[in-house]
DNA sequence: TTTTTAATTGAAAACAATTTTCACTAATTA
DNA sequence: TAATTAGTGAAAATTGTTTTCAATTAAAAA
């Protein structure tokens, strides 16, 4: 909320929601799933507000979109704009991670095929503890 | 269009010019663009014939989605069913690339986690010679 | 505090992408 | 060649997202 005002929006109720919402989640929403969980606490809201929120947390970095087999309409707060996800494939627990051990790697593909490489997306899909104490149950 | 056939798919011409297109394709192609190329060779061909041949192609892993930042909703051929792509963010042109240094990073992120590691995603972004080549000039 | 203002809202319409329906066509098999 | 049934394309339906616009409301000004 405070990186919204900062950048010169203004606090609303339909915008403290949805906040709120993808602060508080474990894994990723998409604007139908955000909507509705906005309207349990804001009758009113409408599912417009939704998605321009959404566009606007993207665009100040403070959410990142979530792409997976499934789908990539969904949503995940994040602190930096940044893109090491860990994901679990049966509650949808996602948790970021750090890692510059990719250096080599890209240094050898760049290497081989000539690319100036620039950027990267890593994603790693798995189980997570919760499930995985539910599962030998 | 072998692999079509051993599954048991018959082979008409509007697979046979989707499945030509793919796999003449340096770069992801989505259903609407494989649409507008194919009807230059056959033109009474269907957007739903691409629609329902991308996802015959899918299932038998012979090609995939690629995600990118501006959308996820194209395709490239590929010889396995498999995730290590190399995108030029220029001109779209998408290579393969083999990797298992990853070996060291998710045993790390795995410990660090808790998760039961499965599969990965990994797509590095950057300039191919070609483009780096007509940026020089 | 009240007034003013301009950003923001929600409903409805518009748009875009994809899927379903269905009568017709054509690839394969007998 | 004839029979069978998978596959086709057009149109309609569905789904997800964006635009439009009059009404509302947060924040700035008085």
Redesign the interface.
């Known amino acids: 909320m405070e990186c919204l005002q900062a950048n010169g929006y203004r606090l609303t109720n339909p915008r403290r929601i949805t906040v709120e919402i993808l602060a508080n989640s474990k894994r990723p929403l998409n604007a139908s799933e955000i909507y509705q969980l906005a309207k349990e606490q804001y009758a009113k809201i409408g599912l417009v507000s939704v998605y321009r929120t959404i566009e606007k947390l993207e665009e100040l970095n403070l959410i990142q979109r979530v792409?997976k087999p499934e789908g990539?309409h969904a949503y995940i707060a994040g602190f930096t704009g940044h893109q090491h996800l860990?994901i679990?494939?049966k509650c949808g627990k996602t948790?970021f991670?750090e890692?510059d051990?990719?250096q080599?790697?890209?240094a050898?593909?760049?290497l081989?095929?000539?690319?100036?490489?620039?950027?990267?997306?890593?994603?790693?899909?798995?189980?997570?503890?919760d499930c995985?104490q539910k599962q030998s149950h």
């Open positions: 792409h990539c860990l679990c494939t948790e991670f890692g051990d990719l080599q790697l890209i050898r593909v760049s081989e095929s000539n690319f100036i490489i620039q950027d990267h997306w890593l994603t790693l899909f798995g189980i997570c503890s995985q």
